[in-house]
């Protein structure tokens, strides 16, 4: 079976065609990071905009690259949410009318779920079960996947995710949007030990977060020490990302100690973090974990994980009505 994936969650339009929830033979992304650079983050009525501008040229990309014709598309997967609700209504509309026309079944996906899938695409699909750290620009949780059907939530943000914070920071700082990889180059140029910020654990043996204090710790220091903060923003990036980076290994791995877990995966934007890749490698070794990370064109928003998660769910017999509506979040299970 081949599905059509199509994502326009936030600021990315993307489609893609995947075959049997495995094979990925086309994924093609529209950035929008230049568009919305010079505010520091995403605009959503700009984002909105942008996705209609796009949606067609990328599905037409997409098609075209898996050297198929619109023919041979046998089913369509979307978005449905989390996400900025006017940018999932242009994914997820333009895939009702595609289904539609086409009279072919179709299904809304969690964007969550995606990214969790988005793991056994790569060439090293971790066995089940395992533990996941989901880490982006709008969520942070830890889920333990029990199966391709199965994933329990041990943990979320209570506030900020961490990649938000990452863009936060990044704007105190003067760096631009996005900021996740700016801090991270920044960052390994800087002294992690310069300066003190507070580890945010909430409770170490809970799996919980919460990133803004930490920002605020960030935004005090630098309008306490003006002139410090313009000569170590290298300083400041690396003490910021290294308290960002205990915390989040520190709960993954304790949530494998927990589960019982020998294996751990990392998904989402933030996976794509250098210092969290150094982290884990090291930290999950002296465990004796095996650490499981995605190639970096799976880590942030993209259609071919939505692909793949719906086939799973076509194959289960479920389908999305013409009628159903998109969702800005998800209530905590």
């Not at 704007?171 to 390994?188: R, W």
């Not at 002294?191 to 919980?208: C, G, H, M, V, W």
């Not at 002139?227 to 960002?244: S, T, W």
Request: glycine share 10%; with cysteine; proline share 4%.
């Amino acid at each position: 079976m081949r599905v059509l994936g199509i994502e326009s969650s936030c600021d990315e339009t993307a489609a893609a065609i995947v075959e049997d929830g495995r094979r990925i033979l086309s994924s093609a992304v529209a950035s929008q990071v230049a568009i919305h650079h010079p505010y520091g983050g995403v605009v959503p009525e700009l984002a909105s905009r942008k996705h209609i501008e796009a949606v067609v040229p990328v599905v037409e990309q997409a098609i075209g690259d898996a050297g198929l014709r619109i023919e041979e598309i046998d089913a369509v997967a979307a978005t449905q949410g989390p996400g900025l609700v006017g940018c999932l209504l242009i994914g997820f509309s333009f895939a009702k009318a595609f289904a539609f026309a086409r009279g072919l079944p179709w299904v809304g996906v969690d964007h969550l779920e995606g990214h969790l899938y988005s793991i056994r695409l790569g060439d090293d699909p971790p066995e089940f079960p395992y533990v996941a750290l989901l880490a982006s620009g709008g969520h942070t949780g830890i889920y333990h996947v029990a199966s391709e059907n199965s994933h329990e939530l041990l943990g979320q943000t209570r506030d900020d995710a961490a990649g938000e914070a990452y863009d936060k920071v990044a704007k105190m700082l003067g760096l631009g949007y996005p900021g996740g990889a700016v801090i991270d180059h920044l960052a390994a140029q800087g002294n992690a030990d310069a300066i003190a910020f507070t580890r945010p654990y909430l409770e170490k043996d809970q799996f919980d977060f919460s990133f803004s204090g930490l920002k605020t710790a960030v935004n005090r220091y630098i309008q306490t020490h003006p002139q410090a903060a313009e000569e170590r923003c290298a300083d400041i990036a690396a003490a910021f990302q290294e308290a960002v980076m205990d915390v989040l290994v520190h709960k993954l791995l304790y949530a494998a100690e927990v589960k019982g877990c020998s294996r751990v995966a990392v998904v989402g934007g933030v996976a794509a973090n250098r210092r969290l890749r150094e982290r884990l490698a090291t930290d999950g070794a002296a465990r004796s974990l095996a650490v499981h990370m995605p190639p970096m064109a799976l880590c942030g928003d993209n259609a071919a994980m939505i692909a793949a998660v719906g086939y799973y769910h076509l194959g289960r017999g479920e389908r999305t009505d013409l009628d159903a509506d998109v969702y800005s979040r998800k209530p905590r299970c």
